[in-house]
């Protein structure tokens, strides 16, 4: 089973920048995206951001895209996702986790099913 440790996540003023990363292991060749979500208390999970772990094609949710950068370094086995001019509607727990689906469907929640613990972002001055 894959396991995702992410890291990165803290308090931060608006404008500001973040990079978060995310850990994984226990990736096989049915895993085909990595993605980036997140939680606000009161709303549903949402799909920030993912990358197809082959060919590597990138998928952004609207509310982020031309701000938010994910890339992967594969020696490393991590996923990063660079936050930039962060607005406090980014605020909420961040996680990454890991799906047998690609294309822009790695966007949504449902098709994952494997997750790491998370980590907070707060925009805040």
């Known amino acids: 089973q894959p396991r995702l440790v992410e890291s990165g996540g803290s308090l931060v003023q608006p404008g500001g920048s973040l990079r978060l990363s995310c850990v994984h292991s226990?990736?096989?060749?049915?895993?085909?995206?990595i993605g980036w979500l997140r939680q606000v208390p009161g709303k549903e999970r949402e799909g920030v951001s993912c990358?197809?772990?082959?060919?590597?094609?990138?998928y952004y949710a609207n509310s982020v895209r031309g701000r938010f950068t994910i890339s992967k370094d594969n020696a490393t086995s991590t996923v990063y996702l660079q936050m930039n001019s962060l607005k406090p509607e980014d605020t909420g727990v961040y996680y990454c986790?890991?799906?047998?689906?690609?294309?822009?469907?790695?966007?949504?929640?449902?098709?994952?099913?494997?997750w790491g613990q998370g980590t907070q972002v707060t925009v805040s001055s």
């Open positions: 226990g990736i096989d060749s049915d895993d085909l995206a």
């Open positions: 990358v197809e772990i082959s060919p590597g094609r990138t």
């Open positions: 986790a890991v799906s047998q689906i690609r294309s822009d469907w790695c966007l949504d929640p449902r098709v994952y099913y494997r």
